[in-house]
């Protein structure tokens, strides 16, 4: 049951990690990963500022204990000069215990400060750090886009795409299609000119209706370029005869080379 268990553990693992795989896009987790970065070291500049605050606190505090030492120590020497020894010493011992507190504050003061510079030279770099990052991820994520946008452009090329293997697969069927219909025009035509099928366009004719439709046509055709020729034959005899009469009476001109070569075109 335990290695049932411990198997089915590993498989929705992979299965997990192929999905992240697939859903993760390297550009967006540089740009998280810089902006976690930039988060960490406002946290840094905000430390810096706490102890900074803490420090100057400590030190107004330490100020206005020199100020007590001094004023103490005034007035145990006007209670001394009075003849008032017991007023001095109760002086003296309050200024004892003023720089007591001016020793622990110096201290803390001290103590402040090496963590100040202690965090300051973190935030330098932790800072340096991650410019060299946001510099990388820049290049990185250049690289990237243009490894993508070139498997793009690899698979629109050679129709390895999603898209392209569905367009190329619809012009493989419109081509089949096209010549499959221009087949069965060509096959048609050929049936209508052998006569197989009739043409259902021009109702109440047939194949014998159409040839002898077609002898009638050629027979008039005949007829009427025959009639032609001897029109066209006893004008061209009757033109013969008047240029006859024309040459003998008239002289003859040149006629210029360009106008023989435009009667001659046309």
Known sequence: MASLWQRFKTIFGAKV??????????????????????SLLQNVKRGIADVVTAKKRLQMQQATLEQSVV??????????????????????????????QLQGLDT????????????????????????????????????YSAAEAQ???????????????????????????????????????????????EDFT???TTQLDRELAQMASQSQVDSELAKLKSEIGSGEDQKQLEGGEDTATKPLHAVPADE???????
Do not use: C, W
């Open 17 to 38: 990690s192929s999905a992240l795989d697939r859903a993760e896009d390297p550009t967006q987790t540089l740009d998280y990963s810089y902006e976690q970065q930039l």
């Open 260 to 266: 023989s070569a435009e009667g001659k075109q046309a």
């Open 71 to 100: 004023k103490l120590d005034t007035q145990a020497r006007q209670a001394l000069a009075g003849g008032r020894e017991d007023l001095a010493r109760q002086a003296l011992e309050r200024k004892s215990g003023v720089q007591q």
């Open 202 to 204: 021009s109702p109440g």
């Open 108 to 143: 803390q003061v001290a103590q402040l400060e090496q963590q100040q510079e202690h965090l300051v030279q973190n935030e330098k770099e932790l800072f340096a750090r991650i410019e060299s990052f946001r510099s990388q991820k820049e290049v990185m994520k250049a690289q």
């Open 151 to 197: 498997v793009r452009i690899n698979e629109a090329a050679t129709g390895l795409g999603s898209k392209m293997s569905d367009a190329g697969a619809a012009i493989e069927r419109a081509r089949t299609k096209t010549e499959e219909m221009q087949a069965r025009a060509s096959a048609t035509d050929e049936l209508i000119a052998s006569g197989t099928l």
